[in-house]
């Protein structure tokens, strides 16, 4: 059953467990591709979590700035298209919450290594923020934070493993988040010390 962990927030404890080899396996191809790359910030950092897309529109950040793309710029070709698994899920996950008639056009793979994190922000690239975001942990687990609107809300922790997803709607939408390193002794079996994390968005 859902467990809510915020205003319009839902936690899915193993929601994708027996889908999560087939999963596993549509990442590898989008991935062959689109292949994972370190993107640069518009302050030119380098991002720890690797990325790659597919779907309609792809999640791009360099020295220009945050945007999504229809086209991967390492390749300059359309992102693949997102496997027909990887959407049903979604919109499985999203209806389980609520959120019916979910529609993603945009899939937003993350890949986490030792160490890799993500620092806390809001999600606000996309047109509409009337559709929630649908995000799926497969691999190593690793600890997610997240506050509300303003950047110095209060903040709390939940671990993420393998087969969870949580969906995010309403309120929530917009609410500060990101996660914390990925320990060194996080593993799973399946992906050693990888993590990967889905994003699906509606983006127009
Ligand atoms: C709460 N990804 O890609 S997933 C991201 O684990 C991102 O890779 C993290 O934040 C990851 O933007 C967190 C959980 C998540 C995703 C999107 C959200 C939480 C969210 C959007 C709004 C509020
Ligand atoms: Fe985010």
Not at 53 to 59: F, I, K, L, T
């Amino acid at each position: 059953a859902p467990e809510q962990i915020a205003e319009g927030a839902w936690l899915l404890r193993g929601f994708v467990l027996s889908d999560a080899d087939r999963l596993l396996d549509a990442i590898s191809q989008v991935a062959s591709q689109a292949p994972f790359r370190h993107q640069i910030t518009p302050g030119g950092y380098s991002m720890s979590a690797a990325m790659s897309s597919c779907g309609e529109w792809g999640w791009v950040t360099d020295r220009q700035g945050y945007r999504y793309s229809t086209k991967d710029p390492l390749t300059d070709q359309p992102w693949p298209a997102m496997p027909d698994l990887l959407r049903q899920v979604a919109i499985d996950a999203a209806a389980a919450s609520g959120y019916e008639g979910f529609n993603p056009d945009a899939c937003l793979i993350n890949r986490y290594e030792t160490g890799a994190k993500m620092g806390l922000h809001q999600d606000k690239d996309e047109a509409d923020f009337s559709a929630p975001i649908v995000s799926i942990s497969l691999g190593a687990p690793i600890t997610f934070m997240f506050g509300g609107l303003a950047r110095t809300d209060k903040t709390s922790r939940w671990k993420l493993e393998h087969g969870d997803v949580v969906v995010w709607g309403g309120k929530s939408r917009l609410f500060f988040h990101g996660v914390a390193p990925l320990g060194k002794r996080s593993e799973h079996p399946q992906t050693g010390p990888m993590r990967y994390n889905l994003t699906f968005r509606k983006v127009t």
